[in-house]
């Protein structure tokens, strides 16, 4: 069986970061301080739309972990309490249990930390944009 997760990935992502360490440390700075602002927005608002779906373990687990030196971030439910994360998010077929066979039906699809991502995403490009593209101060 194959691992599912939450994976979100951005093209280039490691040449913009070569290019990013040509950067002045005014505007590593700002970028940084988008990224810190963005993944606390996006564990918020997961938090937020599992909050009715779940009884607590998942919606505590989803966390923010910081890559590149804070240039960068994750935010995801973290094990062993985001266990059942992936059923959430993407639902299951048919079950069964296997001692007695009976049938435990599916789980509908309610995607939680997509529709996160989603929301903040261009509000956090547009910003690194301005930074990186043009000397505007933020």
């Given at each position: 069986?194959?691992?599912?997760?939450?994976?979100t990935s951005?093209?280039?992502?490691?040449?913009?970061?070569?290019k990013l360490g040509l950067f002045e440390v005014e505007k590593r700075m700002k970028i940084k301080g988008f990224v810190k602002d963005t993944s606390k927005k996006v564990r918020s608002t997961a938090r937020k739309e599992i909050q009715n779906i779940d009884t607590g373990d998942t919606k505590r687990s989803i966390r923010i972990k910081y890559l590149f030196e804070g240039m960068g971030s994750t935010v995801k439910p973290r094990l062993p309490k985001g266990y059942k994360a992936h059923w959430i998010e993407y639902g299951t077929e048919d079950r069964t249990q296997k001692k007695t066979g009976k049938s435990v039906g599916r789980m509908k699809a309610t995607p939680f930390m997509k529709p996160a991502e989603e929301k903040h995403r261009n509000e956090f490009m547009k910003n690194v944009e301005k930074v990186v593209r043009k000397d505007i101060t933020i």
């Open positions: 069986m194959a691992n599912r997760g939450f994976y951005v093209e280039g992502t490691e040449d913009t970061i070569r």
